[in-house]
């Protein structure tokens, strides 16, 4: 079955204490990309990649890191959470192409909060 | 920059009537593709249906269509005869072309009554 699977689904956890959500597809994609999404402000854009060793800011990529080492996997990391971190966050997948009109195939989200 | 509105934080809708959620964007790339999504209150998203800029027509999908109105900047969706199903948040969103970069808006919430 197609699909991007993220771990974990919910976490609690303490200002500063280093995390990684995982990100993981299965359909070959070379574009994967992080969201967070929070009440009132939909989807934000955190990191993306366009392919293996590639990745680039979104729009609020401002404590988070990313890597893309092999193309099915892309963990965001943060280094030193904060409380203003807690959010839903969405990793999502799809196949390049510059003009795509091919949709991104989404996880089913990673609920952290940050005490 | 970029910038999608959907003005209509929550919408009521009878069911099996039609009900349109709107959305507007701002980009000055001539290249861009519109997509919206649907988001239950288990949290996934879905993908519904997808507007390129130099498409011709009006996109359709089922009991979704997309009134395009490219003059105006606005990507309106269209549900026709509503289930109760379709109770959810709902997203427009824009990539424009050549960038990777996607922008959404903040969603309606919309609500079917029985």
């Known amino acids: 079955e197609a699909q991007v699977t993220q771990n974990p689904r919910y976490l609690i956890t303490v200002t500063g204490k280093k995390l990684t959500v995982t990100c993981s597809q299965n359909m070959n994609h070379e574009y994967m990309s992080w969201y967070r999404q929070d009440p009132g402000l939909g989807l934000r854009q955190i990191y993306y990649s366009m392919n293996v060793e590639v990745t680039d800011k979104g729009d609020v990529p401002e404590g988070y890191k990313v890597s893309r080492k092999e193309k099915r996997n892309f963990p965001l990391i943060l280094e030193s959470p904060s409380p203003n971190q807690t959010s839903l966050y969405f990793c999502a997948s799809r196949v390049r192409g510059e003009d795509s009109n091919q949709p991104q195939h989404f996880g089913d989200g990673t609920r952290l909060s940050i005490l | 920059a970029q910038k999608i509105t959907q003005t209509q934080p929550g919408m009521f809708v009878q069911e099996k009537e039609a009900v349109t959620l709107d959305c507007t964007y701002d980009?000055?790339?001539?290249?861009?593709?519109l997509f919206w999504y649907k988001q239950p209150s288990s949290g996934e998203m879905i993908f519904l249906i997808y507007?390129?800029?130099?498409?011709?027509q009006n996109a359709t999908e089922g009991r979704y269509s997309l009134n395009f109105q490219k003059a105006r900047k606005s990507a309106n969706l269209v549900i026709s005869a509503s289930q109760l199903g379709d109770s959810a948040m709902y997203f427009c969103?824009?990539?424009?072309?050549?960038?990777?970069?996607?922008?959404f808006g903040t969603g309606t919430k919309l609500q079917v009554i029985p």
């Open positions: 969103a824009m990539r424009r072309g050549g960038y990777q970069k996607v922008t």
């Open positions: 507007q390129g800029s130099y498409d011709q």
């Open positions: 980009t000055s790339d001539p290249s861009y593709g």
